[in-house]
């Protein structure tokens, strides 16, 4: 089965510091990866999905096939930046669509001032 | 646009009671998913449903079961309740399952 791993389950940074939050992935083809966030009070949202290649609000994500990991970075955190932060690659047998999406537990960034 | 809208907001349901959860997606969405997400947990997938027929089902019992409308709504069912089933219960649309996927707010279920 397709499993998703974010081994932080909580991220301190200063606001200027870089941050990246880590997420490794099993999955047997090339799969689309997605990350979502979660602002308070907000609802779940997407952040970027590699295969756009965009950079969204400062954060980018690298597919590592080899490592099977799609880190997200940003280089320079802000404390717009909390929230949390989930990694989603679709479930691997919906052919990449991504409303069939096996999310990690959750990375809650918290950006101090 | 409202977005995805989900109703009730927030429900407190007996063990054994049987629920019904709504969404209205997107207009013009055809794709609806729906996904549990227990309490320091990330979601978890449910149901996908793409122009009115079932599309995929994650690892739930059977006492989970969905439905999608002409005009694209949906419902969750969720029979024989147990405590176990508290959670917040999301759910998501897209044009055509594919690009991205909206959320609503979710609706939060309590089974006591």
């Known amino acids: 089965a397709q499993r998703v791993t974010q081994p932080e389950k909580l991220l301190s940074v200063f606001k200027g510091a870089p941050v990246e939050l880590k997420c490794n992935y099993s999955?047997?083809?090339?799969?689309?990866l997605f990350w979502y966030v979660q602002y308070s009070r907000q609802r779940l949202q997407l952040l970027l999905r590699h295969i756009s290649r965009e950079s969204i609000k400062g954060f980018t994500a690298d597919l590592n096939k080899g490592e099977t990991s799609f880190h997200l970075k940003k280089p320079f955190a802000q404390e717009e930046d909390s929230a949390m932060y989930y990694c989603a690659p679709p479930n691997e047998n919906s052919g990449g669509s991504n409303y069939k999406l096996t999310f990690g537990k959750g990375t809650l960034l918290t950006v101090n001032p | 646009d409202a977005g995805v809208t989900q109703s009730p907001t927030h429900l407190i349901k007996t063990r054994g009671q049987h629920v019904t959860l709504r969404c209205s997606p997107i207009s013009g969405h055809k794709s609806v998913s729906w996904y549990q997400q227990v309490l320091g947990q990330g979601p978890q997938f449910i149901f996908q449903?793409?122009?009115?027929?079932?599309?995929g089902r994650g690892n739930f019992p059977d006492r989970f079961s969905a439905r999608q409308f002409p005009n694209y709504s949906s419902e969750l069912n969720v029979n024989a309740l147990l405590l176990g089933d508290s959670a917040l219960y999301l759910c998501a649309s897209s044009y055509q399952g594919i690009g991205e996927a909206f959320f609503g707010q979710g609706t939060r279920l309590t089974v006591v």
């Open positions: 999955y047997s083809g090339s799969p689309e």
């Open positions: 449903y793409y122009e009115k027929e079932e599309r």
